[in-house]
């Protein structure tokens, strides 16, 4: 089945910028969608098809993808953006096409 | 925007069986893809099963393929999940989560219902 690798945390300081790899094989041709998960919450999609937006999330959140990974990147962040995040992918070869990467934990310094 | 209501979460010994429910509402329910996805405490996000609007097209993990099954009431704008053969690793939270355009995301969850499994 297909895997996506996250890193497990990262942490920035305030008012800088925070970056969230998401690596799977040939995952340039799959599309990438990123949730944000506050602790007690259900997550919430931030960035879907790899660079959209829905209504409602800062412009701060951006997306962006290469051939060998997916990239979310939070610029100017601040302590309440400090939360786990996942991408996801839905691999269509699969007859178990949902897949989660393991998730980053953001920490605002 | 719509909500999903999730029930039917407790606790039951290992192999036994739970059925989880989904009231949806603000939405086109028969149009919309459906998803069931759970997560562990603590740990990461596994989605576990899809469902098409028409219950044409049906997808399972392989963590619960022959053991769960889901389907859906349009009528009722209501989502189900079948769970047997229960062991402690499928203790978890359980959403019921909406799909994005063609299904391959999710933009609407509920907030879940808890699943323990234990003797």
């Known amino acids: 089945s297909y895997v996506l690798t996250q890193p497990p945390s990262v942490s920035v300081a305030p008012g800088q910028t925070a970056t969230i790899t998401c690596g799977g094989n040939n995952i340039g041709i799959k599309s990438v969608h990123w949730y944000q998960q506050m602790p007690g919450q259900a997550p919430v999609m931030v960035i879907n098809?790899?660079?959209d937006r829905p209504s409602g999330i800062p412009e701060r959140f951006s997306g962006s993808k290469s051939a060998n990974a997916a990239t979310l990147t939070i610029s100017r962040v601040e302590a309440g953006d400090e939360a786990d995040y996942y991408c996801q992918v839905w691999d269509v070869s699969s007859d178990h096409p949902g897949v989660f990467g393991g998730g980053t934990k953001l920490t605002v310094l | 925007q719509g909500q999903l209501v999730e029930s039917g979460g407790g606790l039951v010994k290992p192999g036994g069986s739970l059925r989880l429910s989904c009231a949806a509402s603000g939405f086109r329910f028969n149009d919309a893809y459906m998803n069931w996805i759970r997560q562990t405490p603590g740990k990461g996000l596994e989605w576990i099963s899809y469902i098409s609007g028409s219950s044409s097209t049906i997808y399972y993990a392989e963590s619960v393929q022959g053991r769960f099954i889901i389907s859906r009431d349009n009528d009722k704008n209501s989502l189900s999940l079948q769970m047997s053969s229960l062991t402690p690793e499928d203790t978890a939270l359980y959403y019921c989560?909406?799909?994005?355009?063609?299904?391959?995301?999710?933009?609407?969850w509920g907030h879940g219902t808890m699943v323990i499994v234990s003797s």
């Open positions: 989560v909406k799909g994005y355009t063609i299904g391959d995301a999710f933009d609407l």
């Open positions: 098809y790899d660079t």
